[in-house]
């Protein structure tokens, strides 16, 4: 399996799912949530809509997979982050899931390549380097009958950096 590392858009990367760093609601917010719905226009709302019908909210470390609507991608996998109140909530745990979980969905979707942003790194306060070395650790850890190429997209230059060096 290829990691690539790379600075940009994660709405503009060719890869069969991104991920999005979703809310628990799945209604879209700010940051890389509102890009996607965004870019990606009102039929991955709608998934998300249905989605919510039948589960309801999405909790921190579960992930969902929806259509990619406009997006170059074939599919959007929703995952929620944990938001960072100190390390001493099983923080760490939750986001790994994310990782874990959304790999999950990949492989049972038979997907070749995924692109992830820097989950809960954002408003949800999650220490950038702690994150980027858990998302690796979980990466290099996995196998897959179908992936390979795992993309890191990252939007600012300091975890694109992180990420490089991890």
């Not at 799945?26 to 509102?34: E, I, K, N």
């Not at 909210?57 to 997006?71: H, K, M, N, W």
């Not at 306060?125 to 190429?149: C, E, G, M, Q």
């Amino acid at each position: 399996m290829e990691i690539i590392v790379q600075k940009g858009d994660i709405t503009k990367v060719k890869a069969d799912a991104i991920v999005n760093a979703a809310n628990s609601s799945l209604l879209g917010g700010g940051g890389v949530d509102g890009a996607i719905h965004r870019a990606g226009g009102p039929a991955i709302l709608e998934a998300c809509k249905k989605i919510r019908e039948k589960q309801g909210e999405c909790p921190p470390g579960e992930a969902v997979i929806t259509t990619a609507g406009d997006l170059d991608a074939r599919y959007v996998i929703h995952t929620v982050g944990p938001v960072w109140k100190g390390g001493g909530h099983d923080e760490a745990n939750l986001l790994r899931k994310c990782y874990e979980n959304s790999l999950a969905l990949a492989e049972a979707n038979e997907l070749t390549s995924i692109a992830f942003p820097n989950i809960a790194t954002g408003v949800y306060n999650f220490p950038k380097a702690k994150a980027a070395h858990i998302a690796l650790d979980v990466v290099r850890n996995t196998t897959s009958d179908y992936l390979k190429t795992v993309y890191f997209v990252c939007f600012g230059e300091d975890n694109y950096e992180l990420y490089l060096k991890a």
